[in-house]
């Protein structure tokens, strides 16, 4: 079992920058995955970013070149870096962790971004 805990969002004008952490507790595995979903109000949760235990990273193309993605050296703690941030990023994010086909989620955090 694994349990996520997410932290960092909050309100940013256009054009700034958040950081979002995700700790995992519980026993990690090398074969696994972690990454950030969102979802945005009326809308499907979708795919930001993930990343492999080993560092291989996917990102959605809307975040492309303003997100980065890593992982702590302890592989248990996640960030995704957000620059250049945009209204449309608006969304709940949540923190994934994927192994061996589950999937187990955060509680989600909020960011918003407005003037």
């Known amino acids: 079992q694994v349990q996520l805990v997410e932290s960092g969002g909050g309100l940013v004008q256009p054009g700034g920058s958040l950081r979002l952490s995700c700790a995992a507790s519980g026993r990690i595995f090398t074969d696994d995955r972690m990454g950030w979903y969102r979802q945005a109000p009326g809308k499907e949760r979708e795919l930001v970013a993930t990343i492999t235990y080993y560092g291989t990273t996917n990102y959605a193309d809307s975040v492309k070149g303003r997100f980065t993605l890593s992982r702590d050296s302890a592989k248990k703690t996640l960030f995704v870096q957000m620059n250049s941030l945009k209204p449309e990023d608006t969304a709940v994010y949540y923190c994934?962790?994927?192994?061996?086909?589950?999937?187990?989620w955060g509680q989600g955090t909020q960011v918003t971004v407005s003037s």
């Open positions: 994934l962790y994927r192994q061996n086909s589950v999937n187990y």
